[in-house]
């Protein structure tokens, strides 16, 4: 049996662009085993965020292919793949993107009401629960517009692990923060990857040895250096 969570082999992904084909990534390999933050640096443009949404089964790659916890991403029917991220893959985004009319604590119970993963009496709980994990318990029942950035940063993680995946998926995370807030966040991710989730982290950061397991920079679509703590 494979001990990786995530891999990724030979993924080249290509867009169509009135100048002709744009290659973002270009035959990327990629392993993650569970439990290990990874973070992934590089410039705008170089392909972080295709990889992250090649993961994610937001897009598919061109050629190659993508396997995360057992499922072949790049095959999967797309009537399948909604659900199939709602339990296997945490995305946690720069902006948060909570929905403003809902309360932290139904931002967080969301993906249990739309995978059934949990009994609708045990939601609520659970998103309690999440919430106090990430040190904001007492806003559930406030409207997002309340919490200040950090905090609605904390819910949207508390929300990415609301159906306990195996791998949690983070754009920029930090990018909208203070730098003691990020400090925050990161010590956050830092404490899941040691409860044994996988993470990928895309991000404009450079130096992230206190947090992560192994960097890897990407430049024109490939993977240019890896350093491993």
């Not at 996988?198 to 992230?208: C, G, K, N, Q, Y």
């Amino acid at each position: 049996m494979p001990t990786e969570v995530i891999t990724v082999h030979e993924a080249t992904k290509s867009y169509r662009t009135p100048a002709g084909d744009f290659p973002a990534l270009a035959g990327v390999d990629l392993s993650v085993s569970p439990g290990e933050f990874v973070a992934v640096t590089g410039r705008s443009g170089s392909g972080k965020s295709t990889l992250l949404n090649l993961l994610a089964g937001i897009d598919r790659p061109t050629s190659g292919q993508v396997r995360v916890a057992g499922t072949e991403v790049h095959a999967l029917p797309e009537p399948r793949l909604s659900s199939w991220r709602g339990r296997t893959v945490g995305m946690v985004f720069q902006f948060f993107q909570l929905l403003p009319t809902l309360t932290v604590a139904e931002n967080v119970m969301l993906p249990m009401d739309f995978c059934a993963t949990y009994p609708s009496r045990d939601r609520r709980p659970r998103a309690l629960e999440l919430l106090g994990r990430v040190g904001i318990a007492e806003q559930a029942d406030k409207l997002p517009s309340a919490l200040s950035g950090g905090q609605q940063q904390r819910a949207a993680i508390a929300r990415a692990l609301a159906n306990d995946p195996p791998v949690l998926l983070a754009d920029e995370p930090t990018g909208n923060l203070d730098s003691a807030t990020a400090e925050v966040i990161l010590d956050l991710f830092a404490a899941q990857a040691a409860d044994g989730t996988a993470i990928v982290m895309v991000t404009h950061e450079r130096d992230l040895s206190r947090w992560a397991h192994r960097q890897i920079s990407l430049a024109d679509g490939k993977i240019t250096t890896e350093v491993t703590r």
